[in-house]
């Protein structure tokens, strides 16, 4: 229509008519254009802001779990504080708890750490990161991801060579099978067989005798301390997002102070 309308303008010599028809095409061209873009950050905008609610929710979920996981290990270090008086001799001999003694046998446990956020890794396997625009938002999830990567590493090294002191001084450490207790709670019974369950008994004048174990027992405690520094790290680095999130969102924060 526009293109009969400027050939036959220009047939009859009305440049002001083909002029006009020109602005008119432009007009509508630019429209066109600002209509697009304005479709496209509104749906930009849409986007980000169901990221940003997805990370609201999953740092929360992942804090919570967090927190649970430096619990469990700041209990077992208690464990470990509570053995060394009696290893290394600043109290009378006394035999090793049943807890005490299971807190040498797995001291060489120390489980990964859950540090996902999903919808942090769909964005950068995506290609979409960008589609944050709060720079102290990004600023902090950028220092989240790296003290994530640093944290896989360091979990890596720690446990490429634990020691399992139960294996190695079988000597000092004995595992029984054991009937099952009348209402005591069923513990370490993997593969022990219906109304049985395992139970670690220790030496402890043998273990104390022992350089060898002693020291391995302070190098799979002094690993284990390193790893809860890293769980306090990452808690602080969470709570840096959830109060620009929250902040984002209007939430309350409702936090206590982490130590």
Same mark, same amino acid.
């Given at each position: 229509m526009i293109l009969r309308s400027v050939m036959k303008h220009v047939r009859d010599q009305n440049w002001f008519a083909v002029g006009l028809d020109f602005l008119i095409v432009v007009v509508g061209v630019f429209i066109g254009i600002q209509v697009a873009n304005w479709n496209e950050e509104q749906s930009e905008r849409r986007e980000e802001a169901f990221i940003v609610e997805r990370l609201a929710v999953e740092v929360e979920s992942l804090l919570e779990i967090q927190r649970e996981q430096l619990a469990e290990n700041e209990a077992r270090a208690q464990l470990v504080i509570s053995i060394n008086p009696l290893l290394f001799g600043q109290e009378p001999p006394q035999p090793l708890s049943d807890a005490q003694?299971?807190?040498?046998?797995?001291?060489?446990?120390?489980?990964?750490?859950?540090?996902?956020?999903?919808?942090?890794?769909?964005?950068?396997?995506?290609?979409?990161?960008?589609?944050?625009?709060?720079?102290?938002?990004?600023?902090?999830?950028?220092?989240?991801?790296?003290?994530?990567?640093?944290?896989?590493?360091?979990?890596?090294?720690?446990?490429?060579?634990?020691?399992?002191?139960?294996?190695?001084?079988?000597?000092?450490?004995?595992?029984?099978?054991?009937?099952?207790?009348?209402?005591?709670?069923?513990?370490?019974?993997?593969?022990?067989?219906?109304?049985?369950?395992?139970?670690?008994?220790?030496?402890? &004048? !043998? +273990?104390? #005798?022992?350089?060898?174990? /002693?020291?391995?027992?302070?190098?799979?405690? %002094?690993?284990?301390?390193?790893?809860?520094?890293?769980?306090?790290?990452?808690? &602080? !680095? +969470?709570? #840096?997002?959830?109060?620009? /999130?929250?902040?984002?969102?209007?939430?309350? %924060?409702?936090r206590e102070v982490e130590r």
């Open positions: 003694c299971m807190g040498v046998v797995a001291s060489h446990l120390i489980r990964p750490p859950t540090d996902e956020l999903p919808i942090l890794d769909e964005l950068q396997e995506s290609g979409r990161f960008d589609r944050i625009r709060d720079p102290e938002l990004k600023s902090r999830l950028r220092n989240y991801i790296l003290l994530r990567q640093r944290g896989r590493g360091h979990y890596r090294e720690i446990t490429n060579e634990m020691f399992r002191l139960h294996s190695r001084h079988a000597e000092a450490i004995r595992i029984e099978r054991v009937p099952l207790e009348g209402d005591r709670p069923a513990q370490w019974t993997s593969l022990s067989g219906e109304g049985y369950r395992w139970q670690a008994r220790c030496d402890l &004048a !043998a +273990l104390k #005798a022992s350089p060898q174990f /002693l020291n391995e027992f302070v190098d799979n405690a %002094s690993r284990r301390f390193t790893h809860m520094r890293f769980y306090e790290d990452r808690i &602080a !680095a +969470l709570n #840096a997002i959830a109060d620009v /999130l929250r902040a984002r969102t209007e939430q309350p %924060s409702g």
